[in-house]
């Protein structure tokens, strides 16, 4: 090592106790999650009507559980109907419950420059589903959610990770309601 270097990295007088506080705050972060829920009744599962449709929160942030990482809602479109149209930079993966119906994806391609620059595709990618299929949606995909069915009710189940989110990268779009969808008075 350069005698400039040694120089440069013993300069500076300020102090910290920044890794002191990070053990404090773990010991205190542990006692704090072993109170947490590890098990969340269906009846705890909290209802929202929600620009993205009717859903039911299963795991969220909010709901004082174990669960960190991931947020799961199942989601239930009406017969004939539609989510709203949305895109986020979490990746998400559907499971479908019940019913049948379609998805639409505008995929993106993006370039980072001085900063990004992103451009969705004109025209969407139409995926097709059904009870028992496993739907992935790339990150910041614009997507909607159709229920092909004028008769029977579509559920499925989304997951999506909250982790980019605590990278800086809290970004949601809510393009479209859903048709159901009226905002409080």
């Known amino acids: 090592m350069s005698t400039d270097e040694a120089s440069r990295s013993l300069a500076g007088h300020g102090t910290s106790t920044f890794y ?19 098990i969340v009744k269906a009846e705890d599962m909290l209802w929202e009507n929600s620009p993205q449709g009717r859903i039911k929160h299963m795991v969220n942030q909010s709901m004082n559980t174990k669960e960190y990482c ?4 199942q989601q239930f479109v009406a017969p004939g109907s539609r ?9 998400e993966i559907l499971y479908v ?23 969705w595709q004109q025209e969407p990618q139409k995926l097709a589903w059904e009870e028992g299929d496993f739907v992935y949606i790339p990150p910041y995909t614009t997507h909607q959610h159709f229920n092909a069915s004028a008769e029977d009710p579509v559920r499925f189940i989304s997951v999506t990770s909250r982790i980019i989110k605590a990278m800086g990268f809290d970004w949601l779009d809510q393009l479209e309601n859903a048709p159901e969808y009226r905002e409080r008075e």
Do not use: I, M, P
């Open 70 to 73: 991931l947020d799961v809602y």
């Open 97 to 119: 419950l019940e019913g049948k119906g379609y998805d639409l994806h505008w995929d993106v391609n993006f370039d980072c420059q001085d900063a990004y620059v992103w451009q």
């Open 20 to 38: 002191q506080d990070a053990l404090s705050q773990s010991k205190e972060f542990r006692e704090f999650y072993a109170q947490q829920k590890t």
């Open 83 to 91: 989510s709203g149209k949305h895109r986020h930079l979490s990746e």
